[in-house]
């Protein structure tokens, strides 16, 4: 252990373990990475690992669990800084769609039937946010290798790390892309974070939200935009909502009440 | 200046001779029918026939991202790698304009460094062009060019007229004497003067430039800009596509190798909403309406001021890309009491049903 090292922990919650394996797959740094701070935990990249006090906790997946609040709150209580990653603990990722908590039990019955839990009580799917406090978000389905080398390299530097809020359009207009959009294509760069690269329009294909919402966003404006290109409400609210968690549920709300 | 004149199929081995050495950058097509500035390594990929490129030349002096310079505590290197000599051929009237501006914006109290370098590494040599329902650089009066070009091309039927602008381009016309006559017949002066007065009236798109600054001034409270900022996606596009636009924002990389850091440099727009947030999390132009406001003060009000002309030269690039019609056409158009045909209108008249 080095006393000077940054204390770092990596966790992971309700998800498919995408963004731990991502850190791992940066092959060509991660001796500098391991050099760099003291990884105290990170169960996917080795056993002998250590929960005690850190400087900064990594946390993917979503809380979907009592178990997984209780070890949430924990892990915030034992670190200065928590950073949520991926998808899924920053927006509560695909599993969190469903926003109305009626529906929710709904789904869960037509599921599991009336299994009982023993292990621990389900909830509905959460982003980290909705309990603890959250220092940084680095967003991505899974997160992209360059931002997240940028944020970890600030944290080890002892630099705040910088928030990203742009939308995918712009690196998508730096890669001259044709907009989609504007050949009626649904594209959801305007409303999705920054950080793939454009990677999709850059294939020809649209944006489907996989960074999860950009601060900002205007969504009323999209999803008009999209009705009067002739989209179906319920597909354009559908693709809206795939990678959006918890944190657009007030916009369909809204839309909602206007239908009303 | 002096004007001579040179066979189209003498084109393509002119410009092979004069870039043997030299990066040449020219248009050529992406997807069916769009278009942008590219390095090219065969004349043959260069397609003249174009209107306006997906991203305007500026990109060529200052990429959209780029690591301005390596620091440590001991040591400071500067990173000239984008600014090599270049050629750049096909530039339109409306984009030599674009540069004309950003020469004087980056010259204005202090020399930027990092654009005048590779703008004095590199020869412009324009082309013609015809415009389409978008191009208004009539109304921005830069539909012409007096100045700025070292080579420009006219493109008749089988010959082109070329102007020569700079010593520069001479030396280049004297690369290749034998291509290049400098006697012009009667015809080919009829010719030219023909095709401009009908490339004048071809223009379908107007924008009263005159009325501008006033109107902003009177309407600068107006509900105009409520209603196009609840349409605007803030997604970057209009300011990431205009040839006069010139933010840029200054991030740190760390390395995580070395100590040290590469300072980068990348296009900012103010249509973000990251854009006027300041240390402390305060964000003095949080809505969109200010924001745009603030773009249009710029383009169609303060340069004029400023400058004589307004930041605006009519390229149409604008108008090709908000995907909610937000565009000076637009804009202009609405400031001058008309209703519009556009998106952003249509929302707010709850016309989307
Ligand atoms: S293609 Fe999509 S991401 Fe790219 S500019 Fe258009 S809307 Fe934005
Ligand atoms: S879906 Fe959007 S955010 Fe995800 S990789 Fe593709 S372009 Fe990027
Ligand atoms: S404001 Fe629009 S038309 Fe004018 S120069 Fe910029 S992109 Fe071109
Ligand atoms: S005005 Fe149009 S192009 Fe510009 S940021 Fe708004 S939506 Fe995007």
């Known amino acids: ?260 | 200046m002096r004007i001579v004149k040179l066979k189209q199929k003498n084109l393509n081995p002119f410009l092979e001779v004069i870039s043997e050495n030299t990066e040449l950058w020219a248009p050529v097509r992406k997807y069916t029918d769009r278009h942008v500035f590219a390095q090219v390594e065969d004349v043959s990929q260069i397609d003249v026939d174009y209107t306006r490129t997906i991203l305007p030349p500026r990109k060529i002096f200052l990429p959209p991202s780029f690591n301005m310079f390596t620091a440590t505590e001991k040591e400071y290197k500067e990173n000239f790698s984008h600014a090599t000599k270049k050629i750049l051929f096909g530039i339109h009237p409306c984009d030599i304009h674009g540069l004309l501006i950003m020469d004087q914006f980056f010259n204005y109290v202090f020399e930027d460094p990092y654009y005048t370098q590779a703008r004095n590494n590199t020869l412009l040599l324009g082309h013609s062009c015809w415009p389409d329902e978008h191009c208004f650089c009539k109304s921005t009066r830069t539909h012409i060019i007096e100045e700025g070009y070292d080579l420009f091309f006219h493109r008749l039927s089988e010959d082109y007229l070329v102007w020569i602008g700079s010593s520069k381009g001479d030396d280049l016309i004297r690369l290749m004497p034998d291509c290049f006559e400098e006697k012009l017949s009667d015809e080919d002066i009829q010719f030219y003067i023909r095709l401009r007065e009908q490339r004048n009236e071809a223009f379908q798109t107007e924008v009263n430039f005159t009325a501008m600054p006033d109107l902003m001034e009177l309407k600068y409270n107006h509900p105009l800009w409520e209603k196009i900022g609840t349409a605007c996606l803030a997604c970057g596009s209009c300011t990431n596509v205009c040839p006069t636009c010139n933010c840029y924002n200054v991030m740190d990389h760390p390395q995580l190798k070395e100590r040290g850091s590469l300072i980068h440099r990348d296009w900012d727009t103010c249509t973000l909403q990251s854009y006027s947030e300041v240390a402390g999390g305060e964000n003095f132009r949080e809505k969109r309406s200010d924001r745009l406001k603030l773009w249009y003060t710029h383009k169609i009000q303060a340069y004029i001021s400023k400058y004589g002309k307004p930041g605006c030269v009519g390229c149409g690039r604008c108008i090709a890309t908000c995907p909610v019609d937000i565009n000076v056409k637009t804009v202009s158009q609405a400031l001058d009491g008309k209703d519009v045909d556009a998106f952003w209108n249509r929302l707010n008249k709850g016309e989307i049903k």
Request: proline content about 5%.
């Open chain 1, 1 to 260: 252990m080095n006393k000077d090292k940054v204390k770092i922990g990596i966790y992971e919650l309700t998800g498919c373990a995408g963004d731990a394996l991502l850190i791992l797959d940066c092959e060509n740094e991660l001796l500098d990475i391991f050099k760099a701070a003291d990884i105290q935990s990170f169960s996917m990249a080795k056993s002998d690992n250590i929960d005690g006090n850190l400087d900064v906790v990594l946390v993917e997946g979503s809380v979907s669990t009592e178990r997984e609040v209780e070890e949430l709150k924990d892990i915030r209580k034992r670190s200065q800084l928590v950073v949520a990653i991926g998808l899924c603990a920053t927006v509560g990722g695909i599993q969190a769609r469903f926003t109305n908590p009626k529906e929710w039990e709904k789904n869960f019955k037509k599921v599991y039937g009336d299994v009982k839990m023993e292990h621990t009580p389900p909830l509905q799917s959460k982003p980290i946010d909705d309990y603890v406090k959250v220092d940084y978000y680095l967003p991505g389905c899974p997160i992209g290798k360059e931002q997240f080398l940028h944020l970890f390299t600030r944290i080890v530097k002892g630099a705040p790390p910088e928030k990203y809020p742009r939308p995918v359009c712009v690196t998508c207009k730096f890669k001259e892309n044709d907009c989609l959009l504007n050949r009626d294509i649904l594209c959801l760069g305007p409303l999705t974070a920054d950080g793939c690269g454009a990677a999709c329009i850059s294939h020809n294909l649209p944006c489907v939200g996989c960074w999860g919402p950009v601060e900002g966003a205007n969504l009323t404006s999209e999803y008009y935009l999209l009705k009067e290109k002739g989209f179906d409400v319920e597909y354009i609210k559908k693709k809206m909502a795939n990678y959006s968690g918890t944190k657009i549920a007030e916009f369909f709300e809204k839309i909602k009440e206007e239908k009303k």
